[in-house]
């Protein structure tokens, strides 16, 4: 079997989805998961570095897209719209057609506490790595912090909203939504 | 040996302390924490799930005072008032006489992911525990969120200054200091 598979990744998620829901998170095996797939075990572990994290792809790419457009918004941008640009990176790497698996997704974590654990970790991490980024921009730390943490709850906001029914909006929609409303509760709760 | 022993937790987190920091945290086990604490293996699991939770010992505790606190305050009070409540209340839960303590638990945590992991999630917990004691007093999901996020981004930052310099200030000033800070970033940023 050759190194690459085309689509070993999608193949992967797929399976272990439907072991996760049929058989449940803890009785499933990396194992069994490639082989559902109709891969090997190798081929698993070049993807993955256990079935926690077939629940978690993309993290990375998340970051990066993030991150970029951060760093490439017009020069004298203002601190939260530096943080709009984060937040539609972050919804533009979530295609429609993936609505359902975010759904099946967010079920499994939910009913797991090692599983949301992870997950509360991988929103701090975004939200870390964006507020490095507004830094680098030149906005103070403080300020930094709060703009990551505005546009990532706006990004968890819209995407819960997208995940929870097929029938609402499209995910960037959703989620210039939820900036918009906690633009107006940040302004509202801080106001003297 | 009977089922009380006096002082055992605070005896069993002094101990693993020093082990974690001569040894390392990987490679002590609870056997050789309650053994130096003078203290069995029961008596430890009485008081901790595993050698991670004597490092977040307090956890619920906090939960309890914050919630307490923001049920308690006065009627009619506003959001971020609410949200000085619990972050008081935060804030007191920890005696000055443990600051080195706290600057000691917090440099082995910072060296291992599996831990920082974990204290992302307790960060959470506190201010998911906080936002829904908001929403009971009235204050709206959005803004509930908001404000909870602020008065634990206020214990958390007042808390690493509190740890990393022995001059500085009290606990309670460090966090009022850090929410005044943060009030101040958040009405710059969202401002029109």
Redesign the interface.
């Known amino acids: 079997m050759g190194r690459w598979e085309p689509g070993a990744m999608e193949r992967l998620i797929a399976a272990a989805l439907e072991l996760f829901e049929r058989q449940g998170y803890e009785a499933t095996t990396t194992a069994q998961i490639a082989e559902r797939a109709g891969l090997t075990k190798t081929t698993f572990f070049r993807h993955f570095r256990d079935k926690r994290e077939v629940l978690f792809a993309g993290q990375g790419v998340l970051i990066e897209r993030a991150t970029a457009a951060v760093d490439g918004a017009a020069h004298g941008a203002?601190?939260?719209d530096l943080g709009a640009a984060a937040l539609d990176a972050l919804a533009a790497a979530h295609p429609e057609e993936r609505r359902a698996d975010a759904t099946r997704i967010g079920a499994v974590i939910a009913a797991h506490d090692e599983l949301?654990?992870?997950a509360?970790?991988k929103r701090?991490a975004i939200a870390e790595a964006v507020a490095r980024a507004l830094t680098a921009r030149g906005v103070?730390a403080?300020?930094a912090?709060?703009?990551a943490?505005?546009a990532v709850?706006a990004y968890y906001t819209g995407f819960d909203r997208w995940a929870a029914d097929s029938r609402a909006g499209s995910l960037p929609e959703l989620c210039r939504a939820a900036l918009d409303?906690?633009?107006?509760?940040?302004?509202?709760?801080?106001?003297?």
Request: no cysteine; aromatic share 4%.
């Open positions: 203002a601190p939260l949301r654990e992870r509360v970790f701090s103070d403080v300020a912090g709060l703009v943490e505005l709850r409303e906690l633009r107006a509760a940040a302004a509202s709760v801080t106001a003297r």
